[in-house]
């Protein structure tokens, strides 16, 4: 009978396994692919935490523990009046002109009884003085037939006079009657992006933005410590930020210390 012979086929090899290296020697050598490019990080700058926000308010009340308003006024409405002439021109500016036309007529019956002609007189050194003589008077006029002849306490009302919109009525609002209101002017509206405090391409957006981080306590003059620090510390060319308060968090990637 014939011996049935097993092949040995399926036995596992003693012959370690050549290097795929080795095997393919002499095969054409394939191309790595790129590497995935990495996700570039995001420009945007960590947010302030509530803690650092009250640090930087209180080293601002700190320093200056009543900060005032710069445009000289005599009552709510000769505010009113400065805030409206203000508009693209300088408080100093301002200051010099209505220091004499306040002297004369600091209500609205006594600015309606002055007229136009003699208010464009007393303004003509500040820029638009045409127009602004004309609102003066146009606000004057409202004030008396709508209001009594005060200044009103709402922002909406306020909205509604001649030459007054949002900022103006904020500034009203803030100085006259003391209300929490954020005014954001050329300065606010520097210092609110360049810190990251609150960061917007509107004047609008930095308010709200301002009024959701800063704490209620520090409201009342949240808006002149930030207008002061921006016109004389966190200039817009050349920022002092070696002798600013808040310059260890200030999130701006180009301040210089
Ligand atoms: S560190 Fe410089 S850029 Fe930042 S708030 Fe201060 S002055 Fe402005």
């Known amino acids: 009978m014939a011996k049935i012979i097993r092949s040995n086929s399926t036995k596992k090899s003693s012959v370690p396994a050549v290097p795929k290296k080795v095997a393919n020697k002499g095969a054409k050598k394939t191309v790595k692919a790129a590497p ?62 209505t220091r004499a036309l306040f002297t004369v007529a600091d209500t609205p019956t006594k600015m309606l009884e002055l007229g136009e002609e003699k208010v464009r007189e007393y303004i003509k050194t500040i820029g638009l003085y045409r127009n602004k003589a004309k609102n003066v008077i146009a606000l004057s006029e409202k004030l008396i037939a709508e209001f009594g002849g005060e200044v009103p306490r709402t922002r909406a009302e306020i909205e509604t006079l001649p030459g007054a919109g949002r900022k103006t009525a904020n500034v009203v609002l803030n100085m006259a009657y003391g209300e929490h209101t954020m005014a954001v002017d050329t300065h606010v509206f520097r210092v609110g992006n360049r810190t990251g405090l609150a960061a917007g391409n509107t ?24 207008i002061l620090h921006g016109r004389y510390t966190c200039l817009a060319r050349k920022p002092r930020c070696e002798v600013c308060l808040i310059n260890d968090l200030c999130r701006w990637p180009e301040k210089t210390v």
Do not use: C
């Open 36 to 97: 995935k490019p990495v996700a570039k990080k995001s420009a945007k700058p960590r947010p302030w935490s509530a803690a650092e926000v009250y640090e930087a308010f209180s080293r601002f009340r700190n320093a200056n523990p009543e900060p005032k308003g710069e445009l000289e006024h005599l009552n709510p409405y000769t505010l009113l009046v400065a805030v409206v002439l203000s508009a693209q021109a300088t408080d100093a500016g301002v200051n010099k002109a």
């Open 203 to 226: 004047p609008l957006e930095v308010e709200l933005g301002l009024e959701k981080v800063i704490p209620s306590e520090f409201m009342l003059h949240a808006h002149h410590w930030l």
